[in-house]
């Protein structure tokens, strides 16, 4: 059984992060789209549920990998259906709002992820990503080798120009 | 006991202190990196059970890199300052000891790196942690953060640079303990006597057990 796609539970596109905002039940494809999404937040009514995932296996396995074994397991395992609080507890959302204020909360993220200057933010997305799967020693050369290219970039100039002249940066993604 | 321009640090009974003064950020300079690493070598040899690791002042822990010298890096020289880091960080790290930050103001960008790499950390009221790499179009904490919060709530942090207060600092598991800034230094003393109290070579096995626990299997056994 996989449930319709839910006016509850929408992907919003910030630059190049995706954000899952959840405002009632997700379950199904709709918990799919959320696991897979960079950023969660929810209203407070929001209630999530792996019931009726299309691949319970791949669900497991990239929960373990947002919130740890413990949590996952409490999850998949535990078949209850979890609330925003419990939710905002597992890590499995970073924030939670009340629901009238969450179209304002939306729009301030989405603001401040499209005010960062793009590509480090694209470059911090894949290394977060990739982190997983290298030794530390591995993971620390790949975060220099993205440092050593961002430090030459025009965005970084700016931020660092605009921090000495107390002023508000603008990045091109240069 | 010693100390330099920016670092001071002593032997309390079987606990060592560093304390990072470079006002009014405590931004980490070069005497930081050294200092830190003198510090640790004579603790090493003083036989200190545990360490503590704070920054002067109620404002900041350790403001991260300087903007200025971050500003001067060029191709040739930004590996050698990547190095430095690299250094002072993997020495706390490997130090046989746990090492306790006592955040008592802002960790940001390198700061937070430093405050990440310790073993333990509790904070102040006024602890304030930033990955703020990514406002200044870098990245720093990316592979700590990774490691010590799994995916879900490491992406939001890093991808945003937003401020982690005190208390939802405590709520992910980065401060183990959230106390008033009056409190903050007998709060960590506490937390390094309790470690000193143990078996020193179970607590250094541990340390070097959980730091490799989420490592890949691989067949390289120097990594």
Known sequence: ?174 | MGSNAHTRWWADGPVGVIVLDNPPMNVLSDDNRRGIRAALDEFREGGARAVVLTGAGERAFCGGADLKEEEELTTETVGRFLQRGDETFRALREYERPVVAAVNGWAMGGGLVLALWCDVRVGSTRAKLGAVGVKVGLMASNVQLSRLLFEGPARDLLLTGRTVEAEEAHRLGLLSAVVPPDALMDEALGWAREIAAGPPETVAALKRAINTALDPVVADASR
């Open chain 1, 1 to 174: 059984m996989t449930p319709e796609k839910s006016p509850d539970v929408r992907m919003v596109a910030a630059a190049a992060i995706t954000v899952a905002v959840v405002t009632g039940a997700c379950a199904g494809a709709d918990f799919e789209s959320v696991i897979d999404a960079d950023v969660r937040i929810a209203a407070g009514g929001a209630t999530f549920s792996p019931a009726g995932v299309r691949d319970p296996v791949g669900c497991a396995r990239r929960l373990t990998r947002l919130l740890g074994e413990a949590r996952a397991k409490e999850i998949m395992l535990g078949g209850r259906t979890v609330s925003a609080a419990d939710a905002l507890r597992l890590g499995l959302v970073t924030r939670v709002v009340p629901a009238p204020e969450i179209g304002e909360a939306v729009s301030a993220l989405e603001a401040g992820l499209r005010a960062l200057p793009p590509l480090a933010l694209r470059a911090v997305r894949d290394a977060v990503h990739a982190t997983r799967d290298l030794t530390p020693r591995e993971a620390l050369a790949l975060e220099h080798e993205h440092f050593r290219r961002l430090i030459a970039t025009r965005d970084h100039k700016a931020a660092v120009a605009a921090f000495f002249g107390g002023r508000e940066p603008t990045f091109t993604g240069q």
